[in-house]
C-alpha cells in the first residue's frame, strides 16, 4: 500500500461538537443543570449564570491550547479568532499535514476527531452553548433566513425544501453532517441554526 501526502482539516466550533444533538435540543437552556452537570474548569466560568466575552474566550483558548498539547505530530490548531462579519463569535481550525496510507490515515482522523471533542467537553462546550444562547437570533430573524439556509443545503442534496420545518432542516443537517459543505453551510448560517438550539 503506498504512502501519500495528506491533510486533515477541521474547523473548530462549538456548534460542530453539539449539532448533532440538536434534534433532541429544548428551546432554551437550564443554567442551573448545566453548572451542576459541567466539568470543574467550566464550572468556574458559569457560576454567575452568565458568559462575558473574556470568559467565552478564555474557555476557547483552553480547548485549543488542550488540543495542541494533544500529542499528534504536524497537527497545527489556527485561532482561535473573531468570525468574519460577527465579532462576538470565535472560531479556529485543526489541521495535519503530513505522509499515511489509508488505513493510518483514518486512525489518524479518528484521533484527531477524538481529541477535538475531548478537549471542547473539558474547556469549552458548555461555556459556548450559554454564550451563543445569549447572543441567539430572534425567531423572526430565524425565519428570514430559513430560504437561503434551505438553498444552501439543497445544493449539496439535503432533503429539505421551503416547507421544512425548523426541526427538519436540523435534522437533515445533522443526517449529512460528513458533507464538508454541509458543514460550511451550517457554519455560514449558524445564527438561525442557534436560534433554537439549547
Known amino acids: 500500500m503506498s504512502v501519500i501526502s495528506r491533510t486533515v482539516a477541521l474547523v473548530g466550533s462549538a456548534a460542530l461538537a453539539w449539532a448533532c444533538c ?3 435540543a429544548p428551546a432554551s437552556l437550564d443554567t442551573v443543570e448545566i453548572i451542576q452537570k459541567t466539568t470543574e474548569y467550566q464550572r468556574t466560568l458559569l457560576m454567575d449564570g ?3 466575552f473574556a470568559e467565552y474566550e478564555q474557555a476557547t483558548r483552553a480547548a485549543t ?3 495542541k498539547d494533544g500529542g499528534i ?3 497545527t490548531v489556527n485561532g482561535p479568532a473573531p468570525k468574519p462579519g460577527d465579532s462576538k463569535f470565535l472560531i479556529w481550525d485543526v489541521q495535519w499535514e503530513g505522509s499515511a496510507d489509508d488505513k493510518a490515515f483514518q486512525d489518524l482522523q479518528d484521533r484527531i476527531g477524538a481529541l477535538k471533542e475531548q478537549c471542547q467537553r473539558e474547556y469549552e462546550l458548555d461555556v459556548s452553548r ?3 444562547r445569549q447572543h441567539a437570533l ?6 428570514a433566513l430559513k430560504l437561503q439556509v434551505v438553498e444552501c443545503l439543497k445544493a449539496e442534496g439535503a432533503s429539505v425544501d421551503a416547507g421544512s420545518t425548523y426541526e427538519a432542516i436540523i435534522e437533515a443537517t445533522v443526517a449529512s453532517w460528513d458533507n464538508q459543505v454541509v458543514r460550511a453551510c451550517h457554519a455560514e448560517y449558524f445564527d438561525f441554526f442557534e436560534a433554537g438550539v439549547a
Open 73 to 75: 505530530d504536524g497537527l
Open 138 to 143: 430572534e425567531p423572526e430573524r430565524r425565519d
Open 65 to 67: 491550547a488542550c488540543i
Open 50 to 52: 452568565q458568559v462575558t
Open 22 to 24: 440538536a434534534c433532541a
Open 130 to 132: 450559554v454564550w451563543h
